[in-house]
């Protein structure tokens, strides 16, 4: 007997799931579990994915769906994970409660190298890994060094193909075999969620604005991201747009709703909120939006690659310069919309539509990016580099990389040329800390 469990927290994974099955990538199987998990910050008052509008109509792909955060009650799932001398009895408990038995297990997992994804493979010690794509973030380096006993155990990559020449950096020290998630079946699957969702607006063509709530994850202040909205408020206004759909992140405080209602009154738009927590893509096939427009969500790349609709940007300079640190994996998805997408304040670029990069343009510069959050991850990609940074840093390009982080790593652009030899002087090195020992002593 073989039993496949797929370990999924957003709707928008479950879809990729789906669709993955439809599309014949993973073995046939006795049994097929969706083991949920709710990451939310406060997972008692915000709903799981199986509690959303439209889960019905991905529910039937599997036999059972199990809650991890009933399983591991009263922990938090992207807190918990199981001491190593207690994993034979968490299988074991496991195998019993689900109904395993000696049943060969396979596993499918997102965001493998942190938890909950990286708790339940060290359980199931023995249970070969198919890590999936929920996102951009597959495009960025594996945030963590994996150890060996589960990066060698996963097989392969699947991931959608949200930005057309580009090869994900994840996993990829692993030699890791990448596989393109059918476009056709992803929207062959949304395509049966775009009648979920009551009270959703019956407009035509509005411009539709992508809530993330960055406050909660400490880059933007609250108030900042309350701007940032605005942002994207008077900048479709400015482009002649007066039907605006603001779609909110589903743990996002009511008042960003207030600042932006007012803000519309005063601006003469009409602004019709998404209460319902549904995904951004139904709203796309329910309203087919004249202009998309968010930070850095990957929303904004489905709607450009699969279905064909204007996108614009707000507020990924701001972005960029705070994320910390430097390896923060939101990284490699900020720099990927700011470098393709057109700012909002750019009303030609947004009305032409193209790309801003080209697509080896843009993998060069991930791929620069790449090494700089992960050096020992990557290695092998300093060459790769080295070259990008003599050749493009400049104005433009100087956003995606940090000067002191530069320095440190001894690349291009760090510190002046005629002093790039200290960073690898060992003397330079003993001076400069002897300096920093004797400030410290000083300023006590």
């Known amino acids: 007997m073989t039993t496949q469990i797929f370990l999924a927290s957003t709707l928008y994974g479950t879809a990729t799931l789906a669709a993955a099955l439809d ?45 991890w955060n009933e399983t591991i009650f009263p922990f938090h799932p992207g ?12 299988e074991r408990h496991l195998r019993l409660a689900w109904g395993l038995g000696d049943d060969d297990v396979a596993l499918a997992v997102e965001s493998i190298q942190v938890h ?59 030699d890791v075999e990448r596989e393109i998630v059918p476009a056709a079946a992803f929207t062959k699957v949304l395509a049966g969620l775009a009648g979920t969702g009551a009270g959703l607006p ?16 400490g880059i933007l202040s609250a108030e900042e991201e309350e701007r940032l909205h605005v942002r994207m408020l008077t900048g479709v206004a ?19 709703t207030r600042t932006l209602e007012e803000e519309a009154g005063r601006l003469g738009v009409d602004l019709t909120v998404v209460d319902t927590p ?19 969500s990957t929303a904004l790349l489905t709607a450009s690659a699969l279905y064909g609709l204007p996108v614009a940007r707000v507020g990924t300079d701001t972005l960029l310069d705070r994320l910390a640190p430097y390896e ?33 343009a843009l993998a060069a510069l991930v791929r620069a990016v790449g090494f700089a959050m992960q050096p020992k ?19 433009r390009t100087r956003r995606y990389f940090k000067k002191r982080r530069l320095t440190s790593l001894g690349l291009p652009g760090g510190i002046p040329a005629r002093l790039g030899f200290l960073p690898h002087n060992s003397t330079a090195r003993r001076v400069v800390r002897r300096a920093r020992a004797i400030r410290r002593s000083i300023g006590r």
């Open 278 to 296: 549904v995904l951004a893509e139904v709203l796309f096939q329910r309203t087919r939006p004249a202009l998309v427009v968010g930070c850095f």
């Open 377 to 395: 991850v990557l290695p092998e990609l300093r060459p790769a580099a080295e070259e990008y940074l003599r050749e493009h840093l400049d104005a």
């Open 23 to 67: 599309s014949g990538c993973f073995d046939a199987a006795d049994r097929r579990i969706l083991l949920v998990s709710n990451n939310a910050a406060t997972p008692e008052t915000t709903p799981s994915l199986d509690a959303m509008p439209g889960f019905e109509q991905l529910r039937g792909r599997f036999d059972d769906v199990l809650s």
């Open 328 to 360: 923060n994996s939101n990284r490699v998805p900020a720099t990927i919309v700011d470098a393709l997408l057109p700012d909002l304040s750019d009303a030609a670029a947004v009305a032409e539509g193209r790309p801003a990069m080209d697509a080896d």
């Open 202 to 217: 019956d407009v035509e063509k509005p411009a539709v604005l992508l809530g993330q709530y960055l406050s909660a994850l």
């Open 238 to 256: 400015g482009l002649g747009h007066t039907r605006v759909v603001f779609k909110p992140h589903p743990t996002a405080p009511a008042r960003f």
């Open 79 to 90: 807190d918990w994970s199981p001491r190593s001398g207690d994993v034979p009895l968490w």
């Open 116 to 174: 909950p994804a990286l708790g339940v493979a060290q359980i199931f010690t023995d249970a070969p890994l198919t890590v999936y794509a929920d996102g951009l973030m597959s495009y960025g380096p594996t945030r963590t060094k994996l150890a060996p006993l589960v990066g060698t155990r996963v097989e392969r990559l699947l991931h959608l193909d949200l930005v057309p020449g580009l090869t994900p950096l994840l996993l990829s020290e692993f």
